[in-house]
């Protein structure tokens, strides 16, 4: 839009505002001013024209692709593109040995950096106290190749503005931890899982990743009418390995005698005694079923029975009998490694694994509260009363 029918724009909005005519206009006057009323009114459709657009193109970007009939409202939620909604310092220039506070919002990102500080939360609040002048660079990615970028500056007064930091400048590698009697210590919250990637590849004759069903097990095949909302939209526990394979972030806490094992989701856990016990003869069926832990070389491998036969797995139910078997282990000191060898005699032809690596969040030393308020029957929704 150019410069000349916004300022038609401008100079009869103030004149229909503040001004007044004379009944002594000449024509040459009124010709005039016709003129400039064609100028408004063309600058007006231009105007529009080009907010509408802008409003178009802003739609577009902001709008997740297309749902597919019966997709899940997480698989839509997880192509939103993510977004910067805050960053700001206060105050934005000091003396030095003054502190400042960082404040940053981001949504829907799978990575949130600021440099230099490192990873941080999608959401927070940082009071720092910089001695030189510094510039705070925001970056985030997210879904779909989505990506967005926003900076601020503290100046301190007197002072020189730090250099970028050189990308050939070689990080410090960290090692694994480990705990006062020599096991890798596994505590700390990790992020979504990955089916697989970042693992060992399978060996000949590895089990399958897939379920194979026995002979005469149809009926445990889950079979979705099409008011069936899924196996999570009953806010029951999932079970396991289910549990681990929701967005939704983990926390390990070991300890000498016991590894506790906490999900986001449901704020479900369980307390894994490590200290050699065997499972009670006849455990009560539960939704998270018994366990037992025991270390194997630098692998913690969590043996449990005695589930309830109220969840499903990849698409499939069982029974009571159910029996799962988890590894984990710390390949690196940024990284979760997970495996769960799952079987039940009754369902399946034999034993199939379940992988997933997890990225350790070191911005999070705890995870959140999840409550599942509007636990209801979603089929009125689908017009089914």
């Known amino acids: 839009m150019t410069a000349r029918p916004l300022a038609i724009i401008a100079v009869l909005a103030a004149s229909t505002i503040g001004g007044t005519h004379s009944h002594e206009d000449t024509n040459a006057t009124k010709t005039h001013e016709a003129s400039l009323y ?33 997709e899940s409202p997480y698989r839509i939620a997880g192509r939103l593109p993510v977004r910067i909604m805050d960053l700001k ?10 502190s400042v506070t960082l404040t940053w919002a981001t949504e829907n990102p799978t990575s949130v950096t600021i440099d230099p500080l490192g990873r941080v939360a999608p959401r927070g609040q940082q ?67 990955a089916g697989g990637r970042g693992g060992p590849p399978p060996s000949p004759g590895a089990l ?41 972030y983990i926390q390990i806490v070991q300890a000498p005698k016991h590894v506790v094992i906490a999900h986001e989701y449901l704020n479900l856990h369980r307390i894994v005694p490590t200290d050699g016990r065997p499972h009670p003869p006849d455990p009560d069926p539960t939704w998270m079923g018994n366990a037992v832990g025991r270390w194997e070389g630098d692998t ?63 911005e999070y030393d705890s995870i959140n509260e999840f409550v599942c308020e509007n636990n209801r029957d979603y089929k009125p929704l689908f017009g089914n009363k």
Request: hydrophobic share 35%; net charge neutral; glycine share 8%.
């Open 38 to 70: 064609r100028e408004f009114f063309v600058g007006l459709r231009v105007l529009r024209g080009f907010v509408a657009n802008a409003q178009a193109q802003q739609t577009a970007a902001a709008a997740p692709a297309q749902a597919t009939p019966g």
């Open 89 to 98: 310092v206060e105050p934005a220039t000091i003396q030095p040995g003054q």
């Open 127 to 193: 009071k720092l106290t910089p001695s030189i002048t510094t510039t705070y660079t925001l970056s985030v990615t997210g879904a779909s190749n989505s990506s967005d970028k926003r900076s601020v500056t503290v100046v301190v007064q007197g002072t020189t503005p730090r250099a970028a930091p050189s990308d050939a400048i070689a990080k410090p590698v960290k090692t694994v931890p480990r705990t006062a009697d020599g096991h890798p210590d596994l505590s700390g919250v990790f992020g979504y899982g």
């Open 208 to 248: 399958p990743t897939t379920p194979v069903l026995k002979p005469g097990a149809e009926k445990f095949k889950v079979a979705r009418a099409a008011d069936d909302t899924g196996q999570y939209s009953s806010c029951m526990p999932p079970g396991i390995p289910q549990s681990f394979l929701v967005p939704y």
């Open 300 to 362: 913690l491998v969590v043996d449990s029975i005695g589930y309830n036969d109220k969840t499903e797995i990849n698409g499939y139910r069982h029974t009571e009998a159910l029996h799962v078997v988890e590894r984990f282990s710390r390949p690196d000191a940024s990284t979760l490694q997970y495996e769960a060898t799952i079987e039940d005699p009754n369902v399946f032809a034999g034993p199939w694994v379940v992988r997933r690596t997890f990225p350790l969040l070191p």
